[in-house]
């Protein structure tokens, strides 16, 4: 059962315009999402990170929106580059047993064409 | 800036080997973690530990045993190695959680992957 789900496997988008990446979550327990981008042959890297007590928080060309009552958070980059194409994980975080763990969604695949 | 370094970038196996891989990380971080990532199905958790000598099973524990003896080292053991098992692995380390402190210090930070292949 996945509890932290990216439907879009790939997303291409026009160089300059926005890119919007979505996320659902079913375990109301999370209280803390993450964005990850991941480019062939490295590790995911940190990109942003939202609390469940705000709705956006904003860094730069990346804005992450919280909706808590639909279970849905939104990756937007604006504008995009094409440096920018890379496989995006959202994640979220619960607090149980010892160490806060991460749940990853499957990814979406985002193309930034020039 | 945090570093985290896995042994191999590629491996090949045969099938039953006993396979090892090795992370370490330099900002003396207590949590350390192992994933694998396959197309489809994101990153899936195999392992943590939270302390020297301490581990926890993750999502997907079955065929993976985990060593942590010092604190910036952790080891993820195939001890049989599977075709199943084909994989990148990722290993990533984060700062301590106290239990009921506020979210915000999970940030995990991850090494390069291994690509492992079984044959």
């Known amino acids: 059962d996945q509890q932290v789900k990216q439907n879009s496997p790939s997303l291409s988008v026009q160089e300059g315009r926005i890119s919007i990446l979505n996320c659902d979550y079913t375990?109301?327990?999370?209280?803390?999402f993450l964005w990850y981008k991941k480019y062939p042959a490295e590790g995911p890297t940190f990109l942003i990170s939202i609390s469940s007590i705000k709705d956006k928080n904003e860094d730069g060309r990346f804005t992450v929106f919280l909706n808590k009552s639909a279970k849905h958070l939104s990756l937007h980059i604006v504008p995009s580059q094409p440096g920018d194409s890379a496989v995006y994980f959202c994640a979220a975080s619960r607090g149980s047993g010892s160490a806060r763990q991460l749940t990853f969604g499957s990814g979406t695949q985002l193309t930034v064409l020039p | 800036d945090v570093k985290v370094t896995q042994s191999s970038r590629y491996l090949v196996k045969r099938t039953g080997e006993k396979v090892f891989l090795e992370c370490v990380q330099d900002?003396?971080?207590?949590?350390m973690f192992w994933y694998r990532q396959d197309p489809g199905l994101g990153l899936r958790l195999i392992y943590f530990s939270y302390d020297v000598k301490m581990k926890e099973k993750g999502d997907i524990p079955e065929g993976y045993s985990v060593s942590r003896e010092k604190k910036e080292r952790f080891s993820l053991i195939l001890e049989s190695a599977s075709t199943n098992q084909t994989s990148m692995y990722l290993c990533?380390?984060?700062?301590?959680?106290?239990?009921?402190?506020?979210?915000?210090?999970?940030?995990?930070?991850f090494g390069p992957g291994t690509r492992l292949l079984v044959l």
């Open positions: 990533a380390s984060s700062e301590v959680w106290a239990s009921g402190g506020a979210p915000g210090g999970e940030t995990q930070y």
């Open positions: 375990n109301s327990m999370f209280d803390y």
């Open positions: 900002m003396d971080h207590e949590n």
